[in-house]
Each structure stands twice: as C-alpha cells, then as structure tokens.
C-alpha cells in the first residue's frame, strides 16, 4: 500500500505561480512513473506532467512551457511547478503513483485544489 499526499493548493490571480507537492510513503524511486493529472470543474480527470524512472517526462498540451515536474527521491517527493497559470488551470490536482512491484497497480493522492481567478 502506497500513501500520496498532496499539498500546495490554493487560489492565486492569472499570472501567477504556485507548486504543488506529493509526499509518499513508499520509496518513490521503486515507481515506475508518477505523474500529476487534475480534474477541471465538469471535465474528466486529465494528464498534467508524467515522469518515470528512465528520465522522461510527458507533458499535456495546454501546460507545455508553463508547468514542470520534478522529483525528490531521498524525499519521496513529487513536486509540479506551476508558472504564468491561467483560469483554465483551475482544477483538483492528483499526485498518482504507479507501480510494477509486489503488483502492477496505481496509487491515487486524495487531490488539492488549485484555483486561479481572472
């Protein structure tokens, strides 16, 4: 069983920035990806930023040049650093963990709120 905590969230103006962080407590490193996704107002659940052990990094779309993940394995940290965000940020933000060992499986944070007004 893997614990993700998110933490981070708040409301900010268009132009802004915040970075959201994710605390696990299991061995980051062991993951075969972590990864933010949110979830807009009325929308479903979508990619924000994907990073896996062998260094790569995904990003969706509408945050390319405005978001960057990162992570801290001595610290089982996962961090999104969120610059210039728009009102169309506006979402629940999930921290997920995915891995292979003892099962495959993904793990889910409880989300944090990200709110950016106009």
């Known amino acids: 069983q893997v614990r993700l905590v998110e933490s981070g969230g708040g409301l900010v103006q268009a132009g802004q920035s915040l970075r959201l962080s994710c605390r696990a407590s299991?061995?980051?490193?062991?993951?075969?990806?972590m990864a933010w996704y949110r979830q807009p107002p009325g929308k479903q659940r979508e990619l924000v930023a994907l990073?896996?052990?062998?260094?790569?990094?995904t990003y969706g779309d509408a945050v390319k040049g405005r978001f960057a993940i990162s992570r801290d394995n001595a610290k089982n940290a996962l961090y999104l650093q969120m610059d210039s965000l728009k009102s169309e940020d506006t979402a629940v933000y999930y921290c997920?963990?995915?891995?292979?060992?003892?099962?495959?499986?993904?793990?889910w944070g409880q989300g944090t709120q990200v709110t950016v007004s106009s």
């Open positions: 997920n963990a995915y891995y292979i060992l003892p099962m495959p499986r993904d793990y």
């Open positions: 299991r061995e980051i490193s062991g993951a075969n990806s």
């Open positions: 990073s896996t052990t062998t260094g790569s990094v």
